[in-house]
């Protein structure tokens, strides 16, 4: 049978066929089958039992005869073979209209998830109940927001990726173009340039990848341990010792003993991309680091003055390749992932990241939960 099946020999009677694709396809007359039968045996039952007893009492008087009796049985059959088919009749009908009702917002879901397959993002559905559908629309509404903010996102990156890959390759080209014509000598300035640009893209290279591998990466009970936070925040000031010294800008620090679970060499990586916005961004002079038990969580605060940072921004700093000058100056501006690896890090060790902002005073805090 399954061979001719796969032949494509249709075995079911095409008087079937119809109902049977109804029954598969249509939510809604599968609960009319289901209620109409319900309502069906309880009618006839209920008629039934009603009939036997009826029956039951006239035979039980004497006064009766056997063709009053007959005519009696016969009119109440009668009778509640028309009342069972009205009932029947009317419960159909409102079954029918109260249910689709019910089913018409999964419709809408339906339609509006095959715009989503399209490529189409559908305006959020209304939602006029509280129950499980609702929910359910609900969920579908964010889920559709949450797709849409995503593939802008994504848009925004290749055109970012482009745009900062632009510049440096084209004058790299240039360059090599000048040289290759005799237009231009080598010199040791201009291979100076020509470094540069090349080691800028390197790390533009390399600051995706590590955004890309921390963001693929779900740490565990198992790629996690104990970490002491002094000896990660004394070992990366170390490193940035030489290079606060050489742009003049003092340090202040203040660090309390506390234990966390996580990666060290993520965290190292955390507070190192927060030092970096200090020797770039610094106006002041000075920096001030606090590392601290608040409220079960380890906190690390990195103060300075730097470039002021409206309030409604300063959310958004964190995200790919935002950055404040809309010029995308080089000069006053990275290329917008330290502080989005940042986020990224600190959010895998259940954990959060902010700042706070007053004129050009910034407080860059991450905090982690402690053991």
Not at 323 to 332: C, F, H, Q
Request: net charge neutral; with cysteine.
């Amino acid at each position: 049978m399954k061979r001719l099946e796969e032949w494509g020999i249709d075995l079911l009677p095409l008087k079937v066929k119809p109902w049977l694709r109804l029954w598969k396809q249509s939510v809604l007359w599968k609960l009319i089958f289901i209620n109409g039968l319900v309502i069906g045996i309880a009618i006839w039952l209920a008629g039934v039992s009603v009939k036997e007893y009826a029956c039951l009492l006239v035979q039980q008087y004497p006064f009766v005869g056997s063709e009053e009796s007959k005519l009696f049985n016969e009119t109440m059959q009668s009778f509640l073979i028309k009342a069972s088919f009205l009932a029947v009749l009317v419960a159909g009908f409102l079954h029918y209209f109260f249910a689709k009702r019910l089913l018409s917002p999964l419709k809408k879901l339906s339609l509006a998830a095959r715009e989503m397959a399209r490529g189409k993002y559908p305006a959020p559905l209304p939602i006029s109940t509280v129950d499980e559908i609702g929910r359910l629309t609900a969920d579908f509404n964010n889920l559709s927001q949450k797709l849409q903010q995503t593939e802008e996102l994504r848009k925004k990156m290749v055109g970012d990726i482009a745009h900062e890959l632009r510049t440096p390759l084209t004058n790299i080209n240039g360059y090599l173009e000048a040289l290759k014509s005799g237009m231009m000598e080598g010199n040791p300035e201009l291979f100076e340039s020509l470094h540069e640009e090349s080691l800028r893209i390197t790390r533009l290279v390399e600051q995706i990848h590590q955004l890309n591998v921390w963001e693929s990466r779900k740490l565990s009970d198992k790629t996690m341990s104990k970490v002491a936070m002094v000896q990660v925040i004394e070992s990366t000031l170390e490193s940035f010792d030489l290079e606060l010294k050489n742009k003049g800008i003092l340090l202040d620090c203040y660090i309390q003993v506390g234990k966390v679970m996580g990666h060290e060499d993520g965290l190292k990586q955390v507070l190192m991309n927060l030092l970096k916005n200090v020797l770039q961004y610094d106006q002041g002079g000075w920096v001030r680091l606090e590392g601290e038990i608040v409220d079960g969580y380890y906190q690390v605060k990195v103060t300075n003055e730097g470039q002021p940072i409206p309030q409604e921004k300063s959310e958004q700093i964190f995200d790919r390749f935002y950055r404040l000058d809309p010029s995308r100056n080089r000069e006053t501006g990275g290329s917008g992932l330290g502080l989005a690896l940042v986020k990224e890090i600190v959010e895998q060790h259940n954990g959060e990241v902010g700042v706070i902002s007053s004129n050009n005073r910034h407080s860059f805090w991450f905090k982690v939960p402690i053991i």
